[in-house]
């Protein structure tokens, strides 16, 4: 277990667009919740750590616009760094600096509205500009290139992925923060809009809007709070080749190598025995099986079958997704941070109506680059 804890969280709801909120009030509000969560104010507070994406704000150094929101300037101003990807990589740069003894507490504060923004050409702009951008691939497309490539591989069929919309967008249902939700079935998916071979409109996340942040402390602070600290036990990235035609689309070795040293950091020698609940980052339906494979919670392309099986359900021994996941809201960059605020809600008991009986380790998974080129695992727990 590490001296860090995640002692506070917050989070917007999350919709298709939130007209009534622009950034800095999205992120006051995610910043409000996680310091009342805590039990603190910004004066207990060492420094903050901005996530956000210039290309999806429209403007450039676009942490500048929510500084004043997340109470960087509070008290003279905080010491204050910026991170441009997946919230969960926010969150292990705070750990970061919690764990390297210089500050004891850190906000980590994480927005995007996917609906001021066209995704097609944001994603397109992170290819190659020489070779691959001009073909027109986005996040749709080449994930669309890795979903039949792991199929061929496995000889898995477009109704496996359906599944896992039904389950997410089932799951949903019993989230209030969800954007999309619904008792949709195989059929219902399979028959949704083909936006590129395989992948269907209900096997893709939707755009959302929203905000997050959560607050880590040092265990000299957590223990002294009133609440139950929920500790950061094991926590991990790694990124794999830029170029697509560099590695294997369906190995996601690169989080194959961050969850197993996130494991070792928590003692986690069983993770299907040993992880109580799984929330990971998956933009399209055919991601959760291919990465619970790539952590090892089974042998390659056996996901589909345990799927079947209702081993992945909310009621069965192995829960993945029980808030719907990134299927049920995606807001970019946000998505990851809120998977793991929801394995803290796990973990803390306080899921609400889609709580996991006796939930004390649990997982949160972001992603950065096309095709899962990066991973961050993080194992929280009791």
Request: charged share 20%.
């Amino acid at each position: 277990m590490l001296d860090a804890a995640i002692i506070g969280v917050g989070q917007t709801s999350y919709e298709a667009e939130k007209k009534g909120y622009n950034f800095a009030e999205m992120v006051y509000e995610a910043t409000d919740q996680a310091l009342n969560d805590a039990g603190l104010t910004m004066d207990d507070i060492d420094n903050v750590v901005s996530v956000s994406n210039d290309f999806f704000d429209g403007r450039t150094i676009s942490c500048m616009a929510v500084m004043d929101a997340s109470g960087a300037s509070h008290n003279d101003g905080k010491n204050v760094s910026t991170v441009e990807g997946d919230g969960t990589f926010g969150a292990f740069y705070g750990l970061m600096r919690i764990l390297a003894g210089v500050y004891k507490t850190t906000l980590v504060v994480v927005h995007s509205k996917g609906s001021e923004s066209n995704p097609s050409l944001i994603y397109n702009s992170m290819f190659d500009y020489i070779y691959t951008k001009s073909t027109g691939l986005d996040h749709i497309s080449s994930s669309a290139l890795q979903a039949r490539r792991y199929m061929n591989r496995y000889g898995l069929g477009e109704e496996d992925f359906a599944r896992v919309a039904v389950k997410n967008l089932g799951n949903a249902q019993k989230n209030s923060r969800a954007h999309r939700k619904g008792s949709y079935t195989v059929s219902d998916v399979m028959g949704s809009t083909m936006l590129a071979d395989p992948i269907k409109e209900l096997d893709a996340a939707p755009a959302s809007d929203g905000a997050a942040a959560i607050v880590l402390g040092h265990k000299v602070v957590a223990e002294k709070l009133g609440k139950k600290p929920v500790w950061v036990k094991g926590a991990a990235h790694c990124c794999d080749a830029y170029n697509l035609g560099d590695r294997d689309l369906s190995d996601v070795n690169a989080l194959a190598d961050a969850a197993q040293r996130a494991y070792a950091m928590a003692g986690i020698e069983d993770p299907f025995n040993e992880i109580d609940v799984v929330e990971l980052y998956e933009q399209f339906s055919f991601q959760e099986l291919l990465y619970l494979e790539a952590m090892g919670f089974c042998r390659r392309g056996e996901a589909a079958s345990l799927l079947q099986e209702g081993v992945t359900a909310l009621s069965g021994a192995l829960p993945v997704n029980p808030s719907g996941g990134c299927l049920g809201a995606h807001p970019v960059l946000v998505a990851g941070m809120a998977r793991l605020i929801e394995a803290v809600l796990q973990v803390r008991g306080e899921a609400g109506s889609y709580q996991v009986p006796g939930a004390k380790n649990a997982l949160a998974h972001g992603v950065n680059g096309p095709c899962g080129q990066s991973h961050c695992v993080l194992v929280v727990g009791e």
